[in-house]
């Protein structure tokens, strides 16, 4: 049992490392009332002792002049399925890590590897019990990676993203 754990470490590092490394490019976002706002993007992913981190960054720019940034870095470590990785976004009272809790209004986050795309997914649950899925589909191409992201509420499409990104 312990000769899988390593392996399926070893494994996650192995699939991972093609993919660390810095990227940022910009893309227009439709807003929800439907105008384009220009946005920066960069993402950054890293090997861990056991696993992976990602942290991406979105800027917009107000129409003051002022910019705004949103980031979010989690760390990824092997689920046990072959190219699925839980997110270790908190650690309980014995220092191990855990998923969040989207019935306590906190993302549920897992990830996984499928050949040249690395995948992000986020699972929020709304208080009156509705849900939003979000996607960060980002996958090597000449250069850096292609993302795609998409959004989805109840089951309907609310934003759909796609750019480039280039390796810094």
């Known amino acids: 049992m312990a000769a899988a754990v390593v392996m399926s470490g070893q494994a996650a590092l192995a699939d991972i490392s093609r993919f660390v490394g810095e990227y940022s490019g910009s893309a227009d976002v439709e807003t929800r009332s439907g105008e384009i706002s220009p946005r920066d993007m960069s993402v950054v992913i890293g090997?861990?002792?056991?696993g992976y981190r990602v942290k991406w960054t979105s800027t917009t720019q107000k129409s003051d002049g002022?910019?705004?940034?949103k980031s979010y870095e989690i760390e990824f470590q092997p689920s046990g399925r072959d190219g699925v990785y839980a997110a270790a976004m908190k650690r309980n009272v014995f220092g191990h890590t855990e998923q969040l809790d989207p019935m306590k209004g906190e993302p549920y986050v897992?990830?996984?590897?499928t050949g040249d795309t690395l995948t992000v997914f986020s699972l929020f649950v709304a208080p009156n019990g509705d849900y939003e899925m979000q996607q960060y589909d980002?996958?090597?191409v000449d250069?850096?990676?292609q993302l795609e992201f998409n959004s989805h509420?109840?089951?309907?499409?609310?934003?759909f993203i796609s750019t480039f990104l280039a390796r810094q």
């Open 66 to 69: 002022r910019r705004k940034a």
């Open 138 to 140: 980002r996958t090597l």
């Open 153 to 159: 509420r109840n089951g309907i499409p609310t934003r």
């Open 143 to 145: 250069g850096g990676l």
């Open 110 to 113: 897992w990830s996984r590897i």
């Open 47 to 50: 090997e861990t002792s056991d």
